[in-house]
């Protein structure tokens, strides 16, 4: 969706019951909502915003990361579902500790996942490495954090390494 006439072409299938699947060019699910609202007049944004929260079931934002061994890329996916916090906070916009990037970190057991957290998984199950890991995340400080406990490992055992090749 590259306009303002598709978007609402498509903004009105899904509202008369249709099953709309589209793409848009974001970096992530949340940059999404913003993408859709932003290309509307601001006097029409509040406006797009209900029809929008009323209406979307799934945005799903993929990263193709190379893995580890060489072999190709892996998908991580970010899934954004439609709950009453995530739509609350589609129509009222996000503010301070009501984005919905927390949403779907507290919404796993709805199925929502977000990218750090499956970066995260992917590193620590080996098939993309630490750096490429905190290349492709949204905030790679966070995610290191995350990983202090692996970092920490992966630094013992190069000592031992280091020690077993003297």
């Known amino acids: 969706m590259r306009d303002k006439e598709t978007i609402e072409i498509a903004l009105t299938a899904a509202e008369t019951g249709h099953l709309v699947f589209s793409t848009l060019h974001t970096i992530d699910a949340s ?43 892996t998908a991580v996916l970010e899934i954004l579902k439609s709950t009453m916090r995530t739509r609350d906070y589609v129509e009222k916009g996000e503010t301070e500790g009501r984005s919905l990037l927390d949403a779907m970190k507290d919404g796993a057991l709805d199925g929502m996942q977000y990218f750090d957290g499956e970066i995260e998984k992917l590193i620590r199950s080996g098939v993309i490495d630490m750096d490429t890991g905190l290349g492709f995340s949204s905030n790679a ?15 013992e055992e190069e000592k031992m390494d280091d020690l077993l090749e003297r």
């Open 141 to 155: 400080g966070n995610l290191r954090l995350q990983l202090a406990d692996l970092a920490g490992e992966q630094k």
């Open 31 to 73: 940059k999404t909502v913003e993408r859709i609202v932003g290309v509307f007049p601001m006097a029409d944004q509040d406006a797009i915003r209900q029809r929008l929260a009323a209406s979307f079931r799934y945005f799903v934002s993929q990263r193709l990361l190379p893995k580890k061994d060489g072999s190709g890329r």
